[in-house]
């Protein structure tokens, strides 16, 4: 079956714009996660969620980083006036549940601030 | 708060070859230990995963992960590696109760060599 898709695979923005990342999990994953890695640096936490609602965003750097999950499925990672320290990978990645189950990782996006 | 340390950034080794890549926790309460593979151009995958019971815990293509709780390491061994198994390895924990967030090392790189 279809895995976790990311969209866009690569975005190149402006310092100061405002950019969204997109994560489609696998159908019936109820669990959906945002990390954030760095050049030469495991995954960072960001937030996690348990349906709609974020159950831990304790890992968003500040105020500038949302996420959303309207309806259980799709998640949207916001980024307000972007900085160059945001360029990163961003990863999603979803489970039928919260640990210890198998989180599944989708391909990244790789943002790039200028 | 729970962390995580990968001894080695890097390990070169000859095809056939035993291989150890080392991780070491801290952390004030239990967690679940996993080890995760990202081959190159690829997502993260998950090798194994230690929840309790048996110490020793078997994964995909052959590896295999001791938990030692009195000295706070996973490490993970395989006794013959391929040319195949070339990729970036990372262990990671969650706390074992009300724990969502996940936290990962930096990564072991693991380059098979012929």
């Known amino acids: 079956g279809a895995g976790v898709s990311q969209t866009p695979s690569n975005k190149v923005t402006e310092k100061g714009k405002y950019v969204e990342l997109r994560c489609d999990p696998i159908s019936g994953h109820t669990a959906l996660y945002w990390y954030r890695q760095s050049l030469g640096q495991g995954p960072e936490f960001l937030i996690y969620?348990?349906?709609?609602?974020?159950?831990?965003d304790s890992g968003l750097p500040n105020d500038r980083f949302f996420a959303v999950r309207p309806e259980g499925s799709v998640s949207t990672l916001k980024i307000q006036r972007t900085e160059r320290g945001d360029s990163a990978v961003y990863l999603c990645a979803s489970s039928l549940g919260a640990p210890p189950e198998t989180q599944y990782f989708g391909p990244g996006t790789r943002l790039l601030v200028l | 708060a729970q962390s995580v340390t990968q001894l080695d950034s890097q390990v070169p080794v000859f095809e056939e070859a035993p291989v150890e890549l080392r991780c070491n926790y801290s952390?004030?309460?239990?967690?679940?230990l996993f080890w995760y593979v990202q081959y190159p151009n690829q997502g993260l995958q998950l090798l194994l995963k230690?929840?309790?019971?048996?110490?020793l815990v078997k994964g995909i293509n052959g590896f295999e992960a001791e938990f030692n709780k009195s000295q706070t390491s996973f490490h993970l061994r395989k006794p013959s590696v391929h040319i195949s198994d070339t990729a970036e390895y990372f262990c990671a924990v969650t706390r074992n109760t009300g724990g969502f967030k996940t936290i990962f090392g930096a990564g072991t790189r693991l380059f098979v060599k012929a």
């Open positions: 230690y929840l309790s019971g048996s110490t």
């Open positions: 969620f348990q349906g709609t609602g974020a159950a831990d």
């Open positions: 952390s004030s309460v239990s967690v679940y």
